[in-house]
């Protein structure tokens, strides 16, 4: 291939991309100060490195961000990437985290947003007690819409522009490794809190913090079934009385255990048994939703709400309208949900309870290590001796270092880079800051037959097209139409493996014409959803992080002008990082 | 071997093998036959798969007018006997289809139209969600499988390199085509409106960088403009009057294919006009009827009309290549033998597979049928599951498309499949 050299490209690609008087692209390309050293293209200048590094460790490049990073310095960028918490975040990424999906526990969202509290919100709203089944159909729809919507508005809001970059690269990481489909019942209002709760403080921490707060969270217990998981000879005799709850509690549920093992720490290839996976199962037994009284999630206690409802109805007068009402309801209701148990503040923040009496009692053994407890501890403790064992165990750290590897240099990374990591997280007990630092300073990172070897997930290509056109989010569901249209749809990854993001899962015929049709769109500034205008189409091309072909290049120059920054968009190298 | 074991070596062995076959597919000058593995495998035939999502009740489609249980569990919502006003129309002493599949009755009459009875998934999840999940993937009880069956399928047959071999009708991937082998996606809207991309004045904007690029991403360029252009021409026509006028309804807001019945004609005009076309995908939703099912009328009448018209002018379009087109409609699970308290049913268990198509041993009913007394239930209120879904779908896909055991077992992997059951469905 005849690459040539990124400045030299980006000079060319400038030049043509104005199509206007070669002396005012000139002056043009002067003021953004960027191109003043394009005679001189070594083959790894201080600009070839930004490009790569924010190719990699960002969502891709805003505009003025390579000028910005290459004064700052390289190293002092990296550092300050590997330390999300030294750097402010403007109000308009924070304001996210007001947001009722992102701020409120998970039971706090059953209770606001569930269909229990929304059926009664219903229901005192007709005073009497038959509720139209189609009205409440509508009334859930309506309620986890605005959920759903929040929760991919924070998402794609922090993706696009918050400066923690590297920090945004990490939890779309985490998430994929932990995924939880929010396709899954209940886990459709719990998502939002799964992120914020059990991935973001974790992303840059240590390995078993995130393992311990993702498992313990409501919507991965419920998404893995483990709320269920229930020592063998202790089926729950009150849960037989629960009309459609009877076969919850009756017996072992391996499925989180498995997948504890397979996907989250030691890897398929991790050296378990399936006698590993059954005993595993029998130390989550119990380890399950906060529930009402009798068993089963988190539900409202009937008695207490028929009388509160009695109340509110005598001492209410004017009607209120339907988001009021529900407001009022949940507040006035809330008490009667909590279920009369006494919750620890990790409990309320990630929405699980562990039931010591679904707890399998006897002792086991995992990967052969007795897990016991001593004394009269709690069966709790043995799941934190498990987790313990399995981010200490030396297939996890392998299985860790390999996923990193291949999501930030190749999709077969190599195996030199995968044992430093290894190396590095076995030293500092898993922690994360210091694999990526080790990630980003390896000389495997910056080898040349790496760098834009990486083709864009679905999600990407549509973040870094955000961010390199500078535009504006103001509908999510456009943009999340297209990210189911290319098989990606936020937080919908059906299979607890989530998202791949190797180029054989994603470029495909259909793919990439969606692509360009985007491209098209967002490059006019028609994308629906999406506030765009484009002045400068060459500002744009310097979002590709990789060189521009020649081909490229020349297919730009003899476009219209309006096509330009579609086609730098819809271009092979935009695909690429 | 373990179970999970097996599944891992499959994968493994799976992407391993699967790899070359995409990389030739990207490669229109590779070899035709790199996966024609048995020198038998069929290269006329096609399998159509249409997805019925949310669980449709299978008693209101195959009604069982017959047993005088069917109507005491069902006061509201059973169809009527053959006969009477909305009545069933008869199959045979016990059985009759429901009235709105009317359309579907010359195909039964000429013996290429059949159901089999009491089948399904063996893993008891009442989730649609997973129930989806696992017949699409085609390995129930085991979610970490990347790909689909129908795309494992693909990988079987001979790539013939056209970018229109799979054919996908909605609007996203669905599971059971996910893979390594790509597919063509349409939406079934009346109207083919091309992409932006496929007006001459982008396209040539776009070719000008993609054309000649001899990597994945030109090749992926060239197919995907390929598989447009010729899905556009073929579906230009306009339709009848009567069909615009659905169209109207059809395009306000999201289209569904339960609401436009040209999804089987187009579909049909594809396939018969692109001998290439292998395998097609048709999901439609809104089965899930817990609320007011209706009748002989009503939701789920209407439903059922459209998907009858549809399938019906689908096997006139294809014309003679009904001959060669087998056609499976299925769905995640089935629903409660009786009705609950709002005149609709709740998640079951056991359902029916339609067949259809030439090659179809049709004319009949197949399977095995205890009746619906309670001790003839799962649980006491389902039907049960007699025959595993794949031991019905297996041996009929791998005696149609020609596959051998040993290909049969990469589509199917982890399960011993009953051939016996399966080849017994088609026509000798």
Redesign the interface.
């Known amino acids: 291939m005849q690459n040539l050299k990124r400045q030299c490209c980006f000079t060319l690609a400038l030049t043509l991309l104005l199509g206007a008087p070669l002396a005012q692209a000139a002056n043009l390309a002067k003021d953004k100060g960027r191109v003043s050293a394009q005679t001189k293209s070594e083959p790894d200048s201080e600009e070839a490195k930004v490009l790569h590094l924010l190719g990699r460790a960002t969502f891709g490049p805003r505009p003025g961000e390579i000028e910005r990073v290459e004064r700052q310095g390289l190293e002092n960028y990296l550092n300050e990437q590997l330390h999300p918490e030294s750097i402010a975040l403007p109000d308009s990424v924070r304001q996210v985290e007001n947001l009722d999906a992102i701020k409120l526990s998970p039971s706090s969202l059953f209770i606001s947003y569930g269909k229990p509290a929304i059926a009664m919100a219903a229901k005192n709203d007709n005073n009497n007690t038959k509720v139209d089944?189609?009205k409440l159909?509508v009334l859930f729809k309506e309620s986890y819409g605005k959920i759903h919507d929040e929760t991919v508005q924070a998402r794609l809001v922090r993706s696009a522009y918050s400066p923690r970059e590297l920090e945004e690269v990490m939890v779309d990481f985490w998430y994929n490794h932990f995924n939880v489909?929010m396709?899954?019942?209940l886990d459709h209002v719990w998502i939002g809190s799964y992120e914020q709760a059990a991935i973001r403080p974790y992303a840059m921490g240590k390995f078993k913090d995130l393992v311990h707060a993702t498992s313990h969270h409501a919507a991965m217990l419920f998404y893995l079934d483990n709320w269920q998981n229930t020592a063998a000879r202790a089926a729950d005799p009150n849960a037989v009385n629960l009309p459609r709850k009877k076969n919850n509690f009756q017996g072992i549920n391996e499925?989180f255990a498995?997948?504890l093992m397979?996907?989250h720490t030691l890897g398929?290839?991790g050296g378990y048994s399936?006698k590993d996976v059954t005993e595993l199962a029998r130390v989550l037994t119990g380890l399950g939703l906060q529930k009402g009284s009798g068993g089963g999630p988190l539900r409202p206690n009937m008695e207490q709400l028929r009388s509160q409802r009695q109340a509110l109805r005598a001492q209410r007068g004017a009607a209120l309208n339907p988001g009021q009402r529900r407001n009022q309801v949940v507040q006035e209701y809330a008490p009667a949900f909590s279920g009369g148990i006494n919750l620890t503040e990790a409990n309320t923040r990630l929405g699980y309870y562990f039931d010591e009496s679904r707890h399998d009692q006897g002792d086991k053994i995992v990967l052969g290590q007795k897990i016991s407890r001593a004394g009269k501890s709690s069966g709790e403790q043995e799941i934190d001796q498990v987790i313990d064992l399995l981010c200490r165990h030396p297939s996890t750290a392998k299985h860790i270092s390999y996923q990193l590897a291949q999501y930030f240099v190749a999709d077969a990374p190599p195996q030199t880079l995968v044992d430093k990591l290894t190396k590095r997280y076995q030293e500092t007990d898993g922690d994360i800051r210091a694999m990526l630092d080790t990630l980003f300073h390896s000389s495997e990172f910056w080898d040349q037959k790496y760098r834009g070897a990486k083709f864009k997930s679905p999600y990407r290509y549509v973040v870094s097209s955000i961010r390199a056109t500078d535009s504006q989010i103001d509908n999510v569901k456009p943009i999340l139409g297209f990210l189911?249209?290319t098989?990606m749809?936020l937080y919908q990854c059906?299979?607890?493996?989530g998202y791949k993001n190797t180029?054989?899962a994603w470029?495909?015929?259909?793919?990439?014409?969606n692509r360009?049709?985007f491209a098209?769109?967002i490059g006019t500034g028609r994308f629906p959803g999406l506030v765009t205008n484009i002045q400068d189409p060459a500002a744009i091309a310097d979002a590709c992080t990789t060189d521009l072909s020649p081909?490229?290049i020349?297919?730009?120059k003899?476009?219209?002008d309006k096509?330009k920054a579609?086609?730098v968009l819809?271009?092979?190298e935009f695909?690429l990082y | 071997m373990?179970r999970?074991?097996f599944l891992?070596a499959f994968?493994g062995a799976a992407l391993a093998g699967l790899?070359p076959a995409?990389l030739a597919q990207l490669l229109p000058s590779s070899a035709v036959t790199a996966f024609a593995l048995d020198g038998k495998v069929n290269t006329t035939n096609k399998v159509v798969v249409l997805f019925l999502r949310g669980a449709i009740d299978g008693l209101s489609v195959v009604v069982p007018y017959g047993d005088p249980r069917y109507y005491q569990v069902r006061p509201k919502i059973a169809i009527a006997k053959p006969g009477e006003e909305l009545g069933a129309i008869k199959l045979d002493g016990t059985f009759g289809l429901h009235p709105s599949l009317a359309p579907l009755m010359p195909l039964w009459q000429n013996k290429t139209l059949s159901f089999h009875l009491n089948c399904g998934s063996p893993d008891p999840t009442r989730?649609h969600?997973?129930a989806q999940?696992y017949m699409e993937s085609g390995v129930p009880g085991t979610?970490?499988?990347?790909s689909g069956w129908m795309n494992r399928l693909l990988s079987q047959l001979p790539n013939n390199g056209s970018?229109v071999r799979a054919l996908n009708v909605g609007?996203?991937?669905p599971?059971i085509l996910?893979g390594?082998i790509?597919?063509?996606?349409y939406a079934p809207s009346p109207k083919r409106k091309p992409?932006?991309?496929e007006s001459p004045y982008?396209a040539r904007?776009?070719e000008?960088?993609?054309d000649?690029?001899k990597?994945?991403?030109?090749n992926?360029?060239?197919?995907?403009?390929e598989?447009?252009a010729t899905i556009t021409e073929k579906l230009s026509d306009q339709g009848t009057p009567e069909q615009m006028q659905q169209m109207t309804a059809a395009d306000q807001g999201a289209i569904q294919a339960t609401k436009f019945t040209g999804f089987g004609r187009q579909l049909g005009k594809l396939i018969r006009e692109e001998p290439k076309v292998q395998v097609a995908f048709v999901d439609l939703g809104g089965f899930d009827t817990?609320?007011?099912q209706g009748n002989g009328k009503g939701q789920l009448a209407n439903h059922l009309n459209v998907l009858g018209t549809g399938l019906s002018e689908l096997a006139t379009a294809l014309g003679p290549t009904y001959q060669n087109t087998l056609v499976l409609v299925m769905s995640e699970f089935g629903r409660t033998v009786k009705e609950n308290g709002?005149a609709g049913t709740d998640h079951g268990h056991g359902n029916f597979i339609w067949m259809m198509g030439g090659a179809v041993a049709g004319g009949k009913l197949h399977g095995s049928w205890d009746g619906i007394g309670q001790n003839s239930l799962y649980e006491g209120r389902d039907l049960p599951v007699l025959t595993d879904f794949r031991s019905v779908v297996g041996p009929m896909v791998a005696e149609h498309m020609g596959l051998s055991k040993a290909q049969l077992a990469n589509v199917f992997p982890d399960y011993k499949l009953n051939y016996s059951t399966g080849t017994s469905l088609l026509k000798s």
């Open positions: 089944k189609e159909k489909s396709s899954k019942g499925n498995r997948e397979e996907l398929v290839d399936q189911k249209q098989g749809p059906l299979t607890p493996d180029k054989t470029l495909n015929p259909d793919n990439l014409i360009l049709n098209t769109a081909k490229t020349q297919a730009i003899d476009a219209p096509l579609p086609l819809g271009s092979p695909m | 373990d999970r074991e891992k994968g790899a995409c989730s969600f997973d999940d979610k970490v499988v990347p970018p609007t996203t991937t599971r996910q390594p790509a597919s063509a996606t992409s932006m991309v982008i904007a776009f000008k960088m993609y000649g690029r990597d994945d991403l030109g992926a360029f060239a197919q995907g403009m598989a447009r817990h609320v007011n709002n």
